[in-house]
């Protein structure tokens, strides 16, 4: 099971800040036993410990359950800053960092590119719209990590063997909270037509080509 | 059905293209089911774009008049949408998806206690069920997504419907509303606004983007004078955003902004899955590309296999004279 490229930002972030400020870095995660395999990976990089909820059908929840089942586990927990992706690589929603931080009662922002502490603040970079947004947050707060914001390490093979000895603790979901939405099927994305490739003795004649194809067939330009 | 609720983003005192596009689909919605359309706008220039809203097809514009929503912090839209929802009790709740949108709806579904069927692509009310089609796998699949919740938020894909003027009532409601009660405690300190070209890149008709195969301010420029020659927006690729060349207001793919104008011109990009999950509903795609076997070519319309530094002068020569 692969580590999703926004989660493993987070996992980078938040070395970094321990590094700098020092600290502990849990990891908490919702999946089936195999995802063991991701939580290794993650205690590689230099992550201190875990936490494993156990639940073979995660894949099944939707953001507002597994947001219920984190925000359970969260709740009396002590912790600065909760680093989470921004979304899953597979199924892009997006949703869960904001749920569980509402569900937490926290200040959170989403789509981070930059990370930084400034007396006790989080000064949080958040790529907006039209521009990067500067957002100051207090502690204990929520931030959700894009991919943009670093390039996560390769783990050692010194970090792969210290990654045996980290406690990971592992716990069965009771019981899952029901879904509110459902995932009924797929449907195929529609076909593009096929490519008419342009050529021409030179490129003058094929953007010739090309700029009469704009206009008389697919009528884009005047 | 009683009512379909509509957030309507704005930038630079306008009511965003995409915004538009979720209330003329709303409006369809409303009209076939007998329900009316409630939308809020809130912004220092709110005021300014009741009419507008009207004229796309609000029956009710909640306008809150407060510059404070212009700079973007979650915590006091989230409060403005969860009381709003609470007054109108709304079936549906759609807004554009915008980044601002992302950054608000997970605490908005826990406050008012709503579902969220998240970046869809199409979404209709059918019986007792909210339904909507969503891109998923980086857009290589399309999911069909539902909920029978009694009020649902869906946010919505740029481009996924036509924006399309129709007449509301636009009755005006003034709603008072607490920002400094609601702010919370984080604070925007600054929003550096980077653009890129004339043109707003979800508003336009023609984008050309470029690949890492714009290596350098030569190539930068050549591409830029083809944008203006057309009028286009420019987009970006990962690449050419990570190295610099572009800011990320720029990018376009499964991690950047989601176009689908009339005219794609993609120029030195590979075709990486992520980048076109952000491109492939465009209408027309030309790709020029020195790689005969670049992926891009599977997706395009029409391609070009050459160097673009000699491609990009050649086209817009070619187009000035046209
Ligand atoms: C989780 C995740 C999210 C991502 N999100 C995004 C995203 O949102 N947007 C995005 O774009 N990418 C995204 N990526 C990155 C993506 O996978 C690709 O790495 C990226 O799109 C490649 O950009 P490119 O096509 O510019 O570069 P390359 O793949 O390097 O392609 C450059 C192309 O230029 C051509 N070329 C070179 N020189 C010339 C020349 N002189 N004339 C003509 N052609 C030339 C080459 O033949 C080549 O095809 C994401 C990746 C991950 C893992």
Redesign the pocket.
Known sequence: MVLN??DASAVEEALVLRDQFGGHINLLLVGPQSAAETIRKALAMGADSATHLVYEASSDLDSGAISEILAAELSGAEYDVVLCGKQA?DTDAGLTGGMLAERLGLPYTTNAVGLEIDGGQIVVTRQGDSGRETILLPTPCLVTCS?DMNDPRIPSLKGIMASKKKPISSRPVESAPDNATTMVGFVEPPQRPAVTMIDGTDEAEAVERLVRELKNTSKVLQ | MSSILVYLSTSDDKIRRSSLEVLSRCREIADRDGADVAVVLASGSASGLVGEAASYGADRVYAVVNPEFDGHLNAPLAALLSQIVSVESPRLVAMAGTEGAKDVVGSLSVKAGLPVLPDVSSFDVAGNEVVAVRPVMAAKKLARVRSAAPSVIVTVRSGSYAAVAKEGRGERVDYSFDYAESVGTAVLRDVASAKVGAVDLSEASVVVSA???V?DADGKALLEKLASTLGAAIGA????VENGLYPATA??????KVVSPELYIAV?????I??VA?MANSRVIVA????ED?P?FQYATYGIV????RILPALTEAIEQS
């Open positions: 490229a926004y690589q991919n | 690949g890492r195969g290596k690729t990962r690449a050419v990018q376009i793919g499964q991690t950047g030195g990009i590979s075709g990486a992520q980048h952000g020029i590309n020195k790689d670049a891009i050459g160097d673009l530094y």
